[in-house]
């Protein structure tokens, strides 16, 4: 992969990041079932997931 596309590659998972976070906990405070709590967990577990995944490719090939 060149830089471009880690770069876009990171730009995706950042947004990823973003929405499975916004759909775990904005989306289960508004359901209607109020057993929300594996879903709760999915997305703090997987949100991060991806944002660091972003992070390490956004930093990949830079030197410092």
């Known amino acids: 992969m060149n830089q471009k596309q ?8 950042y947004d990823c990041s973003k929405l499975i976070l916004s759909i775990a906990v904005i989306g289960n405070l508004l359901s209607l079932h109020k057993n929300y709590s594996f879903d709760l967990l999915w997305g703090a577990l997987s949100g991060p997931v991806f944002f660091l995944g972003a992070y390490f490719l956004d930093g990949w090939g830079v030197q410092s």
Do not use: C, S
């Not at 880690?6 to 998972?13: D, G, I, P, T």
């Open 6 to 13: 880690r770069e876009n590659v990171a730009k995706y998972l």
